[in-house]
Structures are given as structure tokens and as C-alpha cells.
């Protein structure tokens, strides 16, 4: 790994959510979900903060010790919200990974897997990637909740998408996940700093707009996007459900 390299992790926590208010607050086993994401991601990561409009929510970051920076409420993604963050902590970082603030059971080496892709100079943005599990099925592939990813032989993504891709001509739709590897985005990502500035200026882009993905703006207008490949399953909470599926497999590995 390229040691020369400085990196801080940004946790983007917002209240307000149509879903979920409050999600980044919800107790798990006696610690709050953005604590549970703070100490995974500082397993790996000397410098993290965590990135909020709110401050209810810089208050819980503060009580367990952590670094919290407030940001405005009027950013429309994480990617905007890291970079004020960045700003404001004056950091000297040269890469900024933004992590996810709704995984708390966020594996340490998948931001070990991100940082690598930065082994090479030439990479702008990284992010995640995990190979489907065929056992899974046709209708767990066709999710549009599970965004698709082909890249190419430098590991560079080619193209993010809701729907299939590739399609696969040769053989009945039912046979398809038996017959080629697909690849689903995690959704982590990492930014050479002198990147970071460049992309929140630019307006969004028509794929962006029809398929709802923020980083096709990014391919869009020119940029590579490394792609880093974890094995490890994430476990993301959108909705109270998903919370108290988080809470029984913490008592299950008494975390």
C-alpha cells in the first residue's frame, strides 16, 4: 500500500430521513448506530470524523469521544457533504474515503480494499464492488435497490446500473446467473482530494438523472472510477426493519 498516502474517513450523518428520522441515533446493543460505524472504520483509519447538519447527532459523537465536524443542511449527497467536511477540518488528507453512516457492522477490511486502489497514481475515485452470489437468485439479481457493475480488464468501472448488466444473449434469462459472473456495488467510496473538489461542481448528468446514481455523473464527465473487490457481506439499515435485523445478529456475535 502506498504509505506516502494520507487518508482520513468521513462518516456523512444526516437526522432527517422519509424512512428512517433519527437512524443514525437508533441503539444497537447499548451504542448508537454512527458510534458502531465510528469504531469499525477507526480500526483501520488513524483519522475519522463524522460529517452531520444536526446536532443532536454532533452531541452522541462528542459523548463517545469521537470527531465531529457540523456541515450545511442544504447538501444534496454524502459526496457534497465530505467535501465541506473535509474543508472544514482543514485537513491535509490526500484521499477522503466516504463510509457509509448506516452499516454498522462495516468490515475493517473493506476500507483496507478502497485504500489499495490508490496504489496506483493514476486513480481519481474508488469504490466497492462484490461478485453475486448465484444461490441468491434471478429476482435478487433484478433488485433495482441493487445497483449493477461492469468494469473493465484495469479494473476501471465501466458502467453502473439498476438494471442487468451484461445481458447475456445466449442463454434463457433464467440461466443467466449460472452462466456469468455479475458484480453489485457496495457503496463506499474514496476521492483523491484535488478530485473531491472537481466532481461536486458538476451538475447532474442525464444518466444520472435517469437511472438515480450519483456516480454515473462522475463517469459521465470523464472520470475512472478504481474498483476495489470485497467479499465481505454489508448489512445496510433503511428502514426500523432493517434495524431490528441488526439488533438480533448483535446479540447473535456479541457486538
Known amino acids: 500500500m502506498n504509505s ?23 441503539d444497537i446493543c447499548g451504542k448508537s448506530m454512527i458510534e458502531r460505524v465510528y469504531i469499525q472504520a477507526h480500526k483501520e483509519l488513524e483519522n475519522v470524523a463524522v460529517a452531520t447538519d444536526d446536532e443532536r447527532i454532533a452531541e452522541a459523537v462528542k459523548a463517545f469521544g469521537g470527531n465531529v465536524v457540523m456541515t450545511s443542511t442544504e447538501h444534496r449527497s454524502g459526496t457534497d457533504r465530505c467535501f465541506e467536511a473535509y474543508n472544514n477540518l482543514k485537513s491535509d488528507a490526500d484521499v477522503i474515503i466516504n463510509i457509509q453512516g448506516d452499516e454498522p457492522f462495516i468490515d475493517p477490511t473493506q476500507i483496507t480494499a478502497i485504500k489499495e486502489c490508490f496504489n496506483s ?3 481519481q475515485i474508488a469504490t466497492l464492488v462484490r461478485k453475486f452470489d448465484p444461490s441468491k437468485g434471478f429476482e435478487a439479481l433484478f433488485d433495482c435497490n441493487t445497483p449493477k457493475v461492469v468494469f473493465d ?5 465501466i458502467y453502473f446500473s439498476r438494471s442487468i448488466i451484461p445481458y447475456v444473449r445466449n442463454h434463457e434469462w433464467r440461466e443467466w446467473i449460472n452462466n456469468v ?36 455523473r462522475w463517469v459521465q464527465n470523464g472520470y475512472k472510477i478504481k474498483v476495489g473487490i470485497t467479499h465481505c457481506p454489508t448489512i445496510g439499515i433503511d428502514t426500523p426493519a432493517d434495524l431490528e435485523a441488526a439488533r438480533k445478529l448483535c446479540e447473535t456475535i456479541n457486538n
Not at 462518516?11 to 433519527?22: E, H, K, L, N
Not at 483523491?192 to 446514481?213: H, Y
Open 4 to 26: 506516502k498516502l494520507k487518508f482520513i474517513g468521513i462518516i456523512p450523518a444526516r437526522y432527517a430521513s422519509t424512512r428512517f428520522p433519527g437512524k443514525p441515533l437508533a
Open 153 to 157: 480488464n484495469d479494473m476501471n468501472a
Open 121 to 123: 497514481a493514476d486513480t
Open 181 to 216: 459472473d455479475f458484480y453489485t456495488h457496495v457503496g463506499m467510496y474514496a476521492y483523491r482530494a484535488s478530485v473531491l473538489g472537481k466532481i461536486t461542481l458538476l451538475p447532474q448528468s442525464s444518466l444520472e438523472l435517469a437511472e438515480s446514481l450519483e456516480q454515473l
